[in-house]
């Protein structure tokens, strides 16, 4: 699965095709009934059409068999900070 989560966002999905930023700021998840979870690391324009995601995924059968899909979640990601870098450059200075 790790060859079309790194693809998705080369994939050109988006109807009329768009050049896509490839930066992976959104989380989407989509949930199985049999208890399974797939999820994957998208740019925004992906994020808001989630049903190209989806129909992507389920034609290179990347979705489980014998499952139904019943539930899709998208989370925007935050950036991290890292405080503790920022006191070490500026106790360097």
């Known amino acids: 699965m790790a060859s079309v989560f790194s693809s998705i966002c080369q994939m050109n999905l988006v109807t009329p095709p768009q050049p ?5 700021t959104h989380r989407v998840e989509f949930q199985f009934s049999d208890n ?3 999820q994957m690391f998208v740019c925004g324009r992906h994020a808001a059409n989630v049903a ?3 129909r992507a995924l389920l ?3 990347e979705f489980p068999q014998r499952a ?5 979640s998208t989370q925007e990601l935050t950036p991290i900070a890292f405080p503790s ?3 070490a450059v500026a106790s360097a200075k």
């Open 20 to 24: 896509c930023s490839g930066r992976r």
């Open 36 to 38: 399974s979870r797939r």
């Open 52 to 54: 190209c995601i989806e």
């Open 85 to 87: 870098v920022q006191l």
């Open 59 to 61: 034609a290179c059968g």
């Open 68 to 72: 139904e899909l019943i539930a899709i």
